[in-house]
């Protein structure tokens, strides 16, 4: 054979490999790196156009980040007292930034307002751009934090992963709002990092710093307490109590009082002492269980029925997660699973807080693109592919928005059988 004759067979039987492992990889995501590459420009696009015209309004004032900004500013000026007052927020929001017919009321705990005390001291403009650039760090930061968990995506397109973080719309959606989900989702990150390494208790400390979204957090918590992760849970009430005193210190016993009672009056209204929740909240925006009960029946059933209906939904999801995954599960396992059932649970949440999502998609979409596995997992692959894709309707459905609940139940549904499959295979391996 010549010299020749012999590349030339080299050089097809190393086509043949290519093709090969190219089909054994298209075959083991069913095609969703590709939907995902190709559907992500788009994305990006719809959201740099509404960017255009959201972030000039924004930075005059007409942004979520506008009541952060002056509960920071209440409390750094000897106002906490007030803090959850509807009145004197108006005062501060149409005097510090601009004047609007209705009040964005502050509902977050004390506490949080204390880390916006620094953006206080500078204009709200500039306060604003620079939580925006905090923001857009934070984004970049997560996919470095999960470089050795998304070996599988970048061995389908080198910038997936990137590419997942710029086009999923809550993403976009929390830096145009100013918002501080995308903190969450870096600290829930950092979370299961050191869960992984066996740091139980730096786990759960980092877990509690995001108790600013204490609806996401405790339940999470209380999985991880179910899941014998005690280190976890005992730092995690540690930080959660040290919160509850700094809350106390800003705000006093009677605002506290106040916020509590006001919480159950989210998308209701409000009057009398609760008139924290005059803002018209609309509940049928969120995509988690009370949206969905409410967008469901809400015209059908009374508001405390309705209330005990979400709530019986809610704590069956948790009981029935705790007790179905595998016992003692892996922190990659755990964490995003806790994560997607808070989601879902949660009793308040909009579009911008399901950016934290992009923590359980990116590692399962990891693991159903993987080349290890023993045969594709179509229906992970389905779950991620929707759920990623379903806060898009946010541009042409938005009253039905609370429907995207249903593919945070069918994604949930989607780990939970293959961290079941996972270890049914690994108790068959070592027998």
């Given at each position: 054979?010549?010299?020749s004759?012999?590349n030339?067979?080299?050089?097809?039987r190393?086509?043949q490999?290519?093709?090969t492992e190219?089909?054994?990889?298209?075959g083991s995501?069913w095609?969703?790196?590709?939907?995902?590459m190709g559907?992500?420009?788009?994305?990006?696009?719809?959201e740099l156009?509404a960017?255009?015209?959201?972030?000039?309004s924004?930075l005059?004032?007409?942004?979520?980040f506008?009541?952060?900004?002056t509960?920071?500013?209440m409390?750094r000026t000897?106002?906490g007292?007030?803090l959850?007052?509807?009145?004197?927020?108006?005062?501060?929001?149409?005097?510090?930034?601009?004047r609007?017919?209705?009040?964005m009321?502050?509902?977050?705990?004390p506490?949080?307002?204390?880390?916006y005390v620094p953006?206080?001291?500078?204009?709200?403009?500039t306060?604003?751009?620079?939580?925006?650039?905090?923001n857009?760090?934070l984004?970049?930061l997560?996919p470095?934090?999960?470089?050795?968990d998304?070996?599988s995506?970048?061995q389908h397109?080198?910038?997936l992963?990137a590419?997942m973080?710029?086009?999923?719309?809550?993403?976009a959606?929390a830096?145009m709002?100013?918002?501080?989900s995308i903190l969450?989702?870096a600290?829930l990150s950092?979370?299961?990092l050191?869960?992984?390494?066996?740091?139980d208790?730096?786990?759960g400390t980092l877990?509690?710093?995001?108790?600013f979204?204490?609806?996401?957090?405790l339940?999470?918590?209380?999985?991880?307490?179910?899941?014998r992760?005690?280190?976890f849970?005992s730092?995690?009430?540690?930080?959660?109590?040290?919160?509850?005193a700094?809350?106390l210190?800003?705000?006093?016993?009677?605002?506290?009082?106040?916020?509590?009672?006001?919480l159950?009056?989210?998308?209701?209204g409000?009057t009398?002492?609760?008139?924290l929740?005059?803002?018209?909240l609309?509940?049928t925006m969120?995509?988690?269980?009370?949206?969905?009960v409410?967008?469901m029946l809400g015209?059908?059933?009374?508001p405390l029925f309705g209330?005990?209906?979400m709530?019986?939904?809610?704590?069956g999801v948790l009981?029935?997660?705790a007790?179905?995954m595998?016992?003692?599960?892996?922190?990659t396992w755990a964490?995003?699973?806790?994560?997607?059932?808070?989601v879902?649970?949660?009793?308040?949440?909009?579009?911008?807080d399901l950016?934290?999502?992009?923590l359980?998609?990116?590692?399962?979409?990891n693991?159903s693109?993987?080349?290890?596995a023993?045969?594709p997992d179509r229906?992970m692959s389905?779950?991620c592919?929707?759920?990623f894709?379903?806060p898009?309707?946010?541009?042409?459905?938005?009253t039905?928005f609370?429907?995207v609940?249903?593919?945070?139940?069918l994604f949930?549904?989607?780990?939970?059988?293959?961290a079941?499959?996972?270890?049914?295979?690994?108790?068959l391996a070592?027998c």
């Amino acid at each position: 054979m010549t010299g020749s004759a012999r590349n030339a067979q080299y050089k097809c039987r190393d086509m043949q490999t290519l093709t090969t492992e190219r089909k054994q990889r298209v075959g083991s995501g069913w095609g969703v790196a590709d939907l995902l590459m190709g559907l992500a420009p788009l994305l990006i696009g719809a959201e740099l156009l509404a960017s255009m015209f959201f972030l000039p309004s924004a930075l005059v004032g007409h942004s979520s980040f506008r009541q952060l900004y002056t509960a920071g500013y209440m409390v750094r000026t000897g106002h906490g007292h007030e803090l959850y007052d509807y009145d004197a927020q108006r005062s501060f929001q149409d005097r510090l930034v601009s004047r609007e017919p209705v009040v964005m009321p502050f509902i977050r705990p004390p506490f949080d307002a204390v880390a916006y005390v620094p953006f206080s001291l500078v204009s709200y403009r500039t306060a604003y751009i620079l939580f925006l650039l905090i923001n857009i760090f934070l984004l970049a930061l997560v996919p470095h934090l999960l470089w050795d968990d998304t070996k599988s995506l970048r061995q389908h397109y080198r910038y997936l992963s990137a590419a997942m973080f710029a086009s999923f719309v809550p993403v976009a959606s929390a830096l145009m709002m100013g918002q501080d989900s995308i903190l969450l989702l870096a600290l829930l990150s950092w979370s299961m990092l050191a869960l992984d390494r066996r740091k139980d208790a730096t786990a759960g400390t980092l877990a509690a710093l995001g108790l600013f979204k204490f609806h996401l957090v405790l339940p999470m918590a209380l999985l991880l307490l179910c899941w014998r992760r005690f280190r976890f849970f005992s730092a995690f009430s540690g930080v959660a109590v040290l919160f509850a005193a700094i809350s106390l210190l800003a705000a006093g016993p009677h605002q506290v009082r106040l916020y509590l009672g006001s919480l159950l009056l989210i998308g209701k209204g409000a009057t009398g002492a609760h008139q924290l929740l005059r803002y018209p909240l609309p509940v049928t925006m969120m995509a988690n269980v009370h949206g969905l009960v409410t967008g469901m029946l809400g015209t059908h059933l009374r508001p405390l029925f309705g209330m005990a209906v979400m709530l019986s939904i809610a704590a069956g999801v948790l009981v029935w997660v705790a007790l179905v995954m595998p016992p003692r599960c892996g922190a990659t396992w755990a964490i995003p699973v806790a994560i997607t059932a808070s989601v879902f649970v949660s009793y308040y949440l909009f579009v911008y807080d399901l950016a934290v999502l992009l923590l359980p998609l990116t590692m399962m979409l990891n693991r159903s693109l993987s080349a290890e596995a023993a045969k594709p997992d179509r229906f992970m692959s389905i779950s991620c592919a929707l759920l990623f894709l379903s806060p898009a309707c946010l541009f042409f459905l938005p009253t039905y928005f609370y429907l995207v609940s249903l593919f945070v139940l069918l994604f949930l549904i989607a780990q939970i059988r293959s961290a079941k499959k996972e270890r049914r295979q690994l108790l068959l391996a070592t027998c």
